[in-house]
Every structure is written in C-alpha cells, then in structure tokens.
C-alpha cells in the first residue's frame, strides 16, 4: 500500500473527534492515523462530494437490482426492508487479523470439546466446571440427542463469534454464535456493494478476497455428503435472513429445502422431488434446533421433519451444525469458558470473552450487584433476549415481571432472579468511521467473524461483516434497532491474487438439480396467479374504458363485465380492486418461496408491479384514469413474465411454471368466451373479448368483416397458431406434461395426459357454431380437474 499518500483534505474529517477512552479505528490513542487507513482516505478525500454520493448511489443501487433486503418487526406484519448499508468499510491490518483468527482457532476447538462433553460423557458439569441448571435448564440443551454421535465426528462446523475491540485496543469476544450463525451471505453482498464503490485498483488489489472461505467449505460439505445430495435447509421466507438462504444457496449450487420437502425413511433423509425420492447425506440447517422434529422435539412446529433425530442416530446424515448447538449461545457460558479452557487445553483463552459473571452463585451475584451502574445485566441463557438493565440504560421489561420486578430495590432483584441473571462488564465499543451529511463521524461497531470446519482445520473469512451504530449509542448496532452493515477490509501491504468460485483449467459441468414437489408446485401456482392477474387487469381495463366512453354505469357492457368480474370477486366500484392486488401478492407469496430458482430481475419486477400497484391504488379515479393505470400494470406484468419466461433455464421447474400459465390462460379464457359469446351477451361483448384476448390486430387481418361469434370462438378457442386461443394453451399443456417425470406409465398414457388429449381432440375437430357456452362450460370443468391429475401424477 502507499506510504507517500497526499495531504489528507480536512473536510471529510471535520468534526471526527474519538470521544475520550474510547479506542476508534481510524486514529490511535496518540491521535495518529492508523497506516492501514492512510491512502484510503487520501483516495476518499480526493472525491467531490458529488463524485461521493454518486459512489454511494452505485453501490446501492447494486443491492436494490440484486434485490437484497432484511425482514424489519414491528407491532404489526413483518415489513421487507432495503438492505443497510455503511458504505465506508472497516479496515484491518492482515497481521491483526491473522490473531484475531489464531484466538477464535483455540476458542472453535474450545467449544468442540464443550459440546462433545455436554451431549456425551458430562464430566464439566460433573467435575463442578459448569453448574448443572445451566445445562438442564437451557432450553437449547436438547436431551434426545445426549449419546447420538454426529455422522462426521464433529458437532460444529460453521461458527460466528461477535467481536469488538476494547478502550485499551485489544478485541473481546462478545459472543459465540453455533446455532445457525447468519450473515456470511449479507457479508458477500456488502463486498459486492462495497467494490463497486470503491472500484480502481488501489483499494482493490490489496482487499483480501472471501471466495477462498466459501470453495473450501463447500468443498468440506462435498467430502461429508458423500455421493449423496447436500443442500441448506431453510424456515421458509418468513425467516428474517431468508433473503441470504437463498443467495448463499445459489451462490454454492446448493438445494434450497424446507421441512416439508423432506421425508425420513428407513432412518435415511430423502427429498421429494417430481422425479421420486432422493436421498440426502448433508443438511446445512438454517433453522433453529428446536423446530427440526416434531416428533422428538418441538411438537407444534411446522416447519421441522418428523424422524429427523432418527437418522441421526443411525448415523445417515450429516448436519452443519449438530442439533443442540444453541446450548453454547447462552451467556452465562462465557463465565465459564476461561476456567474451561484451562482445564481442557492447559492454556489460557488467547482472546479472551467479556468479562461475565453468573448470578447463581452468592459470590458472582453480590458483585454484580455492588457494581451494577457498570454492568450490563440480561438473561443467562438467551442470547435473543436484550440486556435488562445497562450502564446508560433503562430497564427492558421484556422479562422478569418487567419494572414491577425492581420493587424492593435492584439488589433484591438480583437475589431473587439471580440463577437467571449474568452481569457483564459494560465495555464501551470502539468506533469506525461512518459517513453523515457530507463527511465521517465516528460510530461504534462490532465484527463478525465466520469460521468453517474443513479437513485441514478451521478456515476464517477474511473480514467481510460489521454492524455499525447509528448514533453513538452502543444498543442501537441492530439493524432492528436502526444500525446498518459495513463491509470489512483485511488489508494486506502487498496486491493479493484473486480468487473466485470458478475452478482453474476448465469446468465441470453438474447434473441438473433436483426439483422438490414443493418447488415445483410454487412455481405451477406462480404461473398460474401471474397470468389470472394480467386476465383480470385486462377486463378492468375495458370495463373503465367503456365506462370513459358512455359516463353510463348502466351500459349493458359495463354490467355484463361487472358481473363477470364480481364471479371473482372484483369489485368494479374499486379503480384499483383489493381482490386485484391479493392476486399480486399471492403471485410474490409463490415466487417468495422459489427465489433461488429465478433470476433477481424476476424478482424485482414483480415487486415493482407489487409497489405500483399500491401507489396507484391510493390516487387512481375510475374511467380513463383507471384504465391508464391498467395499462401500467400490464405492462409491468408482462415485462415479469417475459424476464421469468424466457429467460429462465428450461428445466423442470420451467415446465410447472409453464403449465400453470397455460392451465390458468385456457381456464380464463373459457370461462371468458362462455359469458361473452353467448346469445344472450349484449352487442359489443365480442369486440371486447378480442380486446381482452389480445388478438385485435390479428382478427383484423384473418377475418374480412367484423367479429361474429364465429370468427370469436376460430381465433379465441380453436386457433393452434394463436397463443390466446384455448387449443394453443391446451397443446402447451400437453408438450410440457409429456416431458416432466411420471407422465406416463408403461407406455400408456396417465390420466392427465388422458384428460389433456381428449380437450385438444375436441377442440381439434369442434366447429365454431357448435360451441354453444355450455360446451364451453364443460370444457371449462375438465379442465378443473388438471390440478388434480397435477398433483397426483407430477406431485406426488
């Protein structure tokens, strides 16, 4: 890195001012700038403020195309949220970091040998180095599993350890994360982000890269799943991480599953997947402990599979990390653990926790009492739960009893709830520079660090995540709380060789991935509500437009086309009908839960017709107004179809995808021409089904005259070239269902083939005037019945 760097412009450090004993990145305890930052911030203050935010603006904008974002809780529904981001990385010497890792080595192998203990031979707690009721009565110690050995010999595979640097400099552990640590994929992104604002070569070459973390864990997954599947099972997208499941799912050409795709057999793990079942040798579980089996642990989950403990037991799968790993989250751990170490490895913790003392016992529970105006006081064993009461904060009342708990002043507290309490030291956070208004401020931070078990031993990434403050408050670093996410910059003092996922000399081309049933029937029913939406937008459309044309409510037409939406319970008397947008979310519900599946443009398409949608639903008037807001959202939704459609890989999923399209346009379009074309149907109606079937142009140019209710029916029904008519999407069905699994057995067609050739048979050899609506109805009515023979032949 550059020594020589140019005189730093004042402007963008004006005001920067390390608030006393507390340490700051940026500057030391002499006021000196670190060298690490030096040439940074030369290269930073060289900017124009314009040429600054435009930067910042970039990298932005790349999250928001890439369609990052976090789960935000409320009082009310869980709100989506853009992904926060501190532009100004966090810089870090490679020598620094290089013993950050050599501490968290020792602490990894630390909790290894904890977790063996806790769910094998029991001697801490029996030898009285850990109090029993921190075991026992930990709800994340998970006594099913107490004897079951991990198929790979190890509990823990995948670790994040918070971490934040002390007033003297030197950094603390603040906690250990085994349960299902988050954040390695939102880290990746942040170094998308982050190199697009600073993109010349200087800072670039000298950035350690995190694609060496993830090729040598993935290649530790390979080796454990053997020639059995590997895949990452996920909540679901409720989850407030599920963005980074997905990501990190497809970034490592991994499975995305939920609980209900699997299936316990014979105490072997399978898939369902629209070819059968297939077995599983790996599961990287992003989901809590307790929730994995129903049968064995918590009975009211949902989201777990029943057997799954079973075949662990009988050593059939892998699992990144074990279950029960949570038990060594809590924190009332930490007051332990340096005792531990010393007892287990014969040294001292080489980056030690923060000071931690347990409330349970006399000694511990007097001190934190004497000293609470510098402790921080919270719950021994969830680590979710906030701090009760702090140094310069007020009580929580989360739990306790809350503020009624205090009666009796804070010492009788404390007695009283002491074997749930710890107190720990109130250490001030260091702080990092931040952007604010047009220059840096200090903001306090803390590091998260990732480490993966692989067959030569833990490998850490290299920098990559850090929580920032959004104020100097050290309790508002959560993004829930307001913070926001820095990238993390291991500098080395000489350009370092890229690195990349890619293999060197070649590539290897993988089997095409499974498609679970679940996945599949996601995206059938994606096609399914995003083609009903445009059929819907494109009746109200006409229905406002005649109703700009006549300002007559009463038109025939305006009551035939009110009638016929009110059947699927639109309501006309709404320019933007509720029933309209259910329609949309239902369309996101589906696509939410296939994301790993399609591309990111998809995806941001159908959020923007989502946001559209709502915005115009607040000002749109009826008439002309409204059928220009109809215009926008079928605009926006055929933009979604075609970006999904043709862009996306024509694998299996394509073809449910495609199928529930054509089902649901066939479906429309019968039930459409039954109503519009029937004898009793008001002048004017066949005009209109030529408008909604999109096929004005091409009636004009097929037919002499104007539409009859035969040339109708020959373009909008029986046509095999016109991709509105009925026949077309009837064929699409059939070419789609012909080259899915099961389709047909023993050379004879299934009943959904059956059910599909008699429907184009008919079409095939009907004549326009011997369609009367109820045939049409008929037609209408098998058709029903494909969802069905869809998920009795294709999903089961």
Known sequence: MNSDAPPISPAILRGYAPQPGIADELFDAQGRMRPVWSAFIAQLAALTPDEVEIRFARGEQYLRDAGVYFRFYSGGPAQDREWP?????????????????????QRAELLEMVMADLYGPGQLVRDGHLPAELVAGNPQWLRPLVGVQPRSGHWLHHLAFEIGRSPDGSFLVLGDRAQAPSGSGFALENRMATMRIFS????????HRLAGFFRAFREAMEGLAGDRGKAILTPGPNNDTYYEHTYIARYLGMTLLEGEDLIVRDGQVMVRTVSGVEPLGLLWRRIDSEFADPLELNEGSQIGTPGLIEALR??????????????????AFMAFLPRICERLTGEALRLPNIATWWCGQPAERAHVAAHADRMMIGEALDPALPFAIGANTALGG????????????????????????????????????????????????????????????WTFMPGGYARIGKSGDTTALAMQAGGSVADVWVMSQQPVQPDTLVVKGGFERAAPGILPTRAAENLYWLGRYSDRTEGVIRVLRAWHLRLAETDDREDARLTALADFLARQDIDVDQPIPEALLGMIASARFSAAKVRDRFSPDGWAALNDLAKTADRLAQRVRPGDDAAHAMSVLLRKISGFSGLVHENMYHFAGWRFLLLGRAQERADGTLMMLSEFTAPEAPPGMLEIAIEVGDSVLTHQRRYRFGPSRGTVLDLLALDARNPRAVLYQIAQMRHHVGRLPHA???????PLEQLLLTLDTDLRVADPDAL????????????????????????R
Do not use: K
């Open 85 to 105: 981001l501190s532009h100004v990385p966090v810089l870090i010497p490679e020598q620094e970091w290089a013993a950050i890792c050599d501490g968290l080595t």
């Open 200 to 207: 010349e070569p200087f800072p670039r070459a000298h950035v």
């Open 314 to 331: 009988q050593g059939n799968l892998s699992l990144i990390n074990a279950l029960g790993s949570g038990v060594i989250e809590a924190r």
């Open 398 to 457: 989360q739990f306790l009893g809350g503020a009624d708990g205090l009666q009796g002043g804070l010492g009788d507290w404390i007695e009283r709830n002491g074997n749930r309490l710890v107190g720990q030291e109130a250490v001030t956070l260091s702080t990092t520079p931040a952007w604010s208004e047009g220059r840096l401020v200090p903001r306090p931070m803390t590091i998260r660090v990732f480490a993966a078990r692989t067959a030569s031993g």
């Open 744 to 750: 047909g057995t023993d050379g004879r067609a299934s």
């Open 772 to 795: 009367p609506p109820e045939r049409l109805c008929d037609m209408h009515d098998r058709l029903a019945r494909a969802y069905d023979l869809i998920q009795s032949t294709l999903l």
